[in-house]
């Protein structure tokens, strides 16, 4: 069969403090953009083999390693599932800060719940794709939620940008996620993300704000032209999504948005 895993911008990213687990305690909107998507196609096979193959961008690990191999071997470990055959197209940048690899260790683990009947509710999946990284539990929901703790605790939140369209711009450079907390100094704001998401769309810039941004637009130029040229297209809010290095820009319509179509071919409508 074939599974669709969409990718996710970050609105806002509030770095609160250092666990004693060496995580960070995070706060941020995750909003899907089901415009940009990896495809999979998943099928069961007559034995307990992962077949593995990635087509389309390359992604910078060995096939062993890939997520969608780590999800499906989580799920014959934890569940017992069977033999898999996964063809993973690749198009969501990789390194980007957009969720690609996220989405897909969990669209493998919802597939494998689906092709082998488990029954598995939407809580036991949450838990199952936190196990293989920070953003996966998101992808479980696939909706506008505020996520805390790793990424893993959600709740439903009302952010609405469904007649707006998006821009993003991926820069050909690679942030590491050492490298993103690196710059960074925890600190808990003077009003929640929570409250501050509530204000018009309109008051967004600079009000919802990016703990990973200064450090990174300081010293990755092109990441900081990227966002000022989505700023000067038009864009109402922008910003960096998660470490980047991918920034995006929200704008009112089409053709604000096509105002940015030589820096990128990623525009879709939210």
């Given at each position: 069969m074939r599974?669709?895993a969409n990718?996710k911008?970050?609105?806002?990213?509030?770095?609160?403090?250092?666990?004693?687990d060496?995580?960070?305690?995070l706060s941020?909107?995750?909003?899907?953009?089901?415009?940009?998507?990896?495809?999979?196609?998943?099928?069961?096979?007559?034995?307990?083999?992962?077949?593995?193959?990635?087509?389309?961008?390359?992604?910078?690990?060995?096939?062993?390693?890939?997520?969608?191999v780590?999800?499906?071997q989580?799920?014959?470990?934890?569940?017992?599932?069977?033999?898999?055959?996964?063809i993973?197209?690749?198009?969501?940048?990789?390194?980007?800060?957009?969720?690609?690899?996220?989405?897909?260790?969990?669209?493998?683990?919802?597939?494998?719940?689906?092709?082998y009947?488990?029954?598995?509710?939407?809580?036991d999946?949450?838990?199952?794709?936190a196990?293989?990284?920070?953003?996966?539990?998101?992808?479980?929901?696939?909706?506008p939620?505020?996520?805390?703790g790793?990424?893993?605790?959600?709740s439903?939140?009302?952010?609405?940008?469904?007649e707006?369209?998006?821009?993003?711009?991926?820069?050909?450079?690679?942030?590491?996620?050492?490298?993103?907390y690196?710059?960074?100094?925890?600190?808990?704001?003077?009003?929640e993300?929570?409250?501050?998401?509530?204000?018009?769309?309109?008051?967004w810039?600079?009000l919802?704000?990016?703990?990973?941004?200064?450090?990174?637009l300081?010293?990755?130029?092109?990441?900081?032209?990227?966002?000022?040229a989505?700023?000067?297209?038009g864009?109402?809010?922008?910003?960096?999504s998660?470490?980047?290095?991918?920034v995006?820009?929200?704008?009112?319509?089409?053709?604000?948005?096509?105002?940015?179509?030589p820096?990128?071919?990623?525009?879709?409508k939210?």
């Amino acid at each position: 069969m074939r599974y669709r895993a969409n990718c996710k911008i970050n609105i806002g990213l509030d770095v609160l403090r250092r666990r004693t687990d060496g995580y960070h305690e995070l706060s941020t909107i995750m909003y899907p953009i089901y415009g940009l998507y990896d495809t999979l196609d998943i099928e069961v096979i007559n034995s307990d083999e992962i077949i593995f193959q990635n087509r389309g961008l390359s992604v910078d690990c060995p096939p062993q390693k890939n997520i969608c191999v780590k999800a499906a071997q989580l799920m014959q470990q934890r569940y017992g599932a069977g033999g898999l055959s996964i063809i993973l197209e690749k198009n969501i940048p990789f390194g980007a800060g957009l969720g690609g690899g996220s989405a897909d260790g969990t669209t493998v683990i919802m597939a494998i719940n689906e092709l082998y009947n488990l029954g598995l509710s939407t809580m036991d999946l949450i838990q199952v794709a936190a196990e293989i990284g920070s953003d996966t539990a998101f992808f479980v929901k696939n909706s506008p939620q505020l996520c805390q703790g790793r990424g893993e605790r959600m709740s439903d939140i009302g952010v609405e940008l469904s007649e707006k369209w998006i821009a993003i711009i991926k820069p050909e450079v690679y942030i590491s996620t050492r490298e993103a907390y690196a710059g960074v100094t925890p600190h808990r704001p003077d009003t929640e993300l929570s409250e501050r998401i509530c204000r018009p769309i309109e008051e967004w810039q600079g009000l919802i704000t990016n703990d990973f941004e200064p450090h990174i637009l300081r010293t990755h130029p092109e990441i900081a032209a990227a966002k000022q040229a989505l700023i000067d297209a038009g864009a109402i809010y922008a910003s960096m999504s998660g470490s980047g290095s991918a920034v995006y820009g929200i704008f009112e319509n089409e053709k604000e948005a096509r105002k940015v179509s030589p820096l990128t071919d990623y525009i879709y409508k939210v």
